[in-house]
């Protein structure tokens, strides 16, 4: 199974908690979680103004041996108007636009989408269970 669970961060209510969403999907191949502003596409959605989400930002998926990998997908413009990065742990790992990255099975941490132009971010935390 992996648990997500989403808050959006604007400057003055940096280390808020309140609004937080949760979503969570079997560790089935071909399981699939959505982060983005569309709400018809997505299981977390984020505000509709903010534009630096695309309609689909994240990916979730379950590959056919049961472990979970993070897509960033590209969006309609050729340059993004935001920076995603994968936090476990210490570890800290820039996901390219459009790039894949495995999740770590047993494992916990964070997704991090942050706004390059105002201090806004969408924080997922995640936790892959074995």
Same mark, same amino acid.
């Given at each position: 199974?992996?648990?997500?669970?989403?808050?959006?961060?604007?400057?003055?209510?940096?280390?808020?908690?309140?609004?937080?969403?949760?979503?969570?999907?079997?560790?089935?191949?071909?399981?699939?979680?959505?982060?983005?502003?569309?709400?018809?596409?997505?299981?977390?959605?984020?505000?509709?103004?903010?534009?630096?989400?695309?309609?689909?930002?994240?990916?979730?998926?379950?590959? $056919?041996? *049961? @472990?979970?990998?993070?897509?960033?997908?590209?969006?309609?413009? /050729?340059?993004? #108007?935001?920076? +995603?990065?994968?936090?476990?742990?210490?570890?800290?790992?820039?996901?390219?636009?459009?790039?894949?990255?495995?999740? $770590?099975? *047993? @494992?916990?941490?964070?997704?991090?989408?942050?706004?390059?132009? /105002?201090?806004? #971010?969408?924080? +997922?935390?995640?936790?892959?269970?074995?």
């Amino acid at each position: 199974m992996l648990e997500l669970t989403m808050a959006t961060v604007s400057g003055a209510d940096a280390g808020a908690t309140a609004g937080m969403t949760m979503a969570d999907a079997p560790s089935e191949p071909g399981a699939v979680l959505r982060v983005g502003r569309d709400a018809s596409l997505c299981r977390l959605v984020t505000p509709d103004d903010w534009l630096f989400v695309s309609r689909v930002h994240l990916e979730f998926l379950c590959g $056919p041996d *049961g @472990g979970w990998q993070l897509t960033w997908l590209r969006g309609s413009q /050729a340059e993004p #108007s935001a920076e +995603v990065r994968l936090l476990v742990g210490e570890y800290a790992q820039p996901v390219g636009y459009g790039a894949t990255v495995p999740l $770590p099975r *047993g @494992g916990s941490g964070e997704i991090v989408v942050q706004d390059r132009t /105002a201090p806004r #971010s969408v924080n +997922v935390g995640f936790y892959h269970e074995v």
